[in-house]
């Protein structure tokens, strides 16, 4: 079979962790065709680095080879829907980014829509950001692939087979993604990022949750367990005055118009909740983490941080260049080496999965639904932050490959 031939858009981080994932794939079922960004060097540094043919400056470029079959976009969360539904139409199939899209107020004057716009109107416009992705991928009859990375990540994989075996109800999940702050231009603004931490952040535990009570009702024989309402609380902690006051600030403080916190608690039809954290305020490296607790068991996840390394210095400078894990203040002291970050977070078996698909025409573990989902469920929430109250969630666009794909995995992971 020949390989998926892929176009990159977007040339810095998430480009990069894509790039250096796809390499195991490079060859036999993937070929990196062209990169394109806005800023055409760092595209021709990574054309260089991970000898990729073609550069353009422009995705429109990406669009109009032939050589490509799919599109992965790596670029900031504003302009996923525009180009998802772009690359539809020239009949490409899409990897995406998390999130899949949101509200950004492109058509009004003001720069710090987060400010000025009430979270209904935000919800109505991202919903229908995502009805219009939608019909593009159905009318075009192209494959969607959803980058959410804790769906693969080997500790989820685990999780789900102890749930499988346990047989126990679901009652209640704890999850969370923390780090120190985003270091990306797009992610200060609502206008670029489309919303703060919640979003940014959050959407990962979100999908995760959203996937394992899909998994759950999947695994009784019956339809996924629906979400049946969600509420929420958001905060900007680094507007607090003393903070403010401090002479070194250790987290990132440049927010514009979006929380750097927030906590919402999920609650589906069978009556069980999951509780999420997201902040841009938590030092000592990133934390992706899940507590399941079934009627018969407990597990927990630690995607980040995993004590499967630790490891101490009495300077930062002992350990050299060498990495230890991801937004990590310091390499002094006591701290968790990731072995393999990548791999435990599960971005080659993403990427293995989408070249699978497309390959074969299968839909994705993580795909379309999912991603409209979790946009759906996180705005949801800012309303709920908004008004106080809680806000029950609209039926779900039918999607009907997302439980058969949860079989399909099923059935294939021993
Ligand atoms: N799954 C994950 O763990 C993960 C991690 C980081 C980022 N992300 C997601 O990836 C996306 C990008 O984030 P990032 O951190 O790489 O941002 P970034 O700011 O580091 O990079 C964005 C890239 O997009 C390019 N770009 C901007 N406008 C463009 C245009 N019109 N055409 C072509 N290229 C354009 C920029 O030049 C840059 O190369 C975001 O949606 C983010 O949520 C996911």
Redesign the pocket.
């Known amino acids: 079979m020949a390989p998926l031939r892929i176009g990159m858009?977007?040339?810095?981080?998430?480009?990069r962790?894509h790039l250096e994932n796809y390499c195991p794939l490079r060859g036999a079922k993937v070929e990196i065709t062209a990169v394109?960004?806005?800023?055409k060097g760092?595209?021709e540094e990574l054309a260089r680095k991970y000898n990729i043919p073609h550069v353009a400056d422009?995705?429109r470029a990406l669009l109009d080879r032939k050589d490509v079959d799919a599109v992965d976009l790596?670029?900031?969360?504003d302009?996923?829907h525009e180009l998802v539904i772009q690359a539809a139409k020239a009949k490409k199939h899409v990897i995406c980014?998390?999130?899949l899209t949101g509200y950004f107020g492109k058509d009004r004057p003001e720069d710090l829509v987060g400010l000025a716009v009430d979270r209904k109107t935000m919800l109505q416009e991202a919903v229908a950001n995502c009805e219009k992705v939608v019909r593009a991928i159905q009318q075009n009859k192209v494959q969607f692939c959803y980058?959410?990375?804790w769906i693969y990540a080997p500790p989820v994989a685990k999780l789900k087979k102890l749930m499988q075996v346990s047989k126990g109800t679901v009652l209640d999940i704890r999850a969370e993604e923390s780090h120190s702050g985003?270091h990306?231009?797009?992610s200060r603004k609502w206008k670029t990022a489309g919303g703060g931490a919640l979003l940014?952040l959050g959407?990962?535990p979100v999908s995760a949750v959203l996937h394992l009570k899909q998994y759950e009702g999947f695994l009784r024989g019956g339809k996924g367990v629906r979400l049946k309402s969600v509420s929420a609380e958001v905060g900007q902690h680094t507007r607090i005055e003393s903070f403010k006051k401090e002479p070194q600030k250790w987290i990132v403080d440049q927010w514009e118009d979006v929380e750097d916190w927030a906590t919402m608690i999920m609650n589906f039809e069978d009556g069980s909740q999951a509780v999420i954290t997201a902040s841009d305020g938590v030092l000592g490296g990133v934390r992706n983490t899940m507590t399941v607790y079934l009627s018969n068991a407990v597990v927990q996840v630690n995607i980040n941080p995993s004590d499967t390394v630790v490891a101490y210095a009495p300077a930062p400078h002992i350990f050299g260049d060498e990495y230890i894990a991801e937004k990590l203040e310091t390499k002094a002291g006591w701290n968790f080496a990731s072995p393999d970050e990548d791999w435990v977070?599960g971005y080659p078996q993403e990427l293995a999965d989408f070249a699978d698909c497309l390959l074969s025409g299968r839909e994705p573990v993580s795909g379309l639904a999912l991603a409209v989902e979790t946009v759906k469920t996180i705005y949801a929430a800012y309303l709920s932050a908004e008004q106080g109250q809680r806000i029950e969630l609209a039926e779900s666009i039918p999607l009907g490959a997302y439980c058969a794909t949860t079989t399909n995995r099923l059935v294939r992971t021993k």
């Open positions: 858009v977007g040339a810095q981080f998430a480009a962790l394109a960004s806005r800023t760092r595209a422009d995705y790596c670029v900031p969360t302009l996923h980014e998390k999130p980058a959410e990375n985003s990306a231009a797009y940014r959407a990962h977070r």
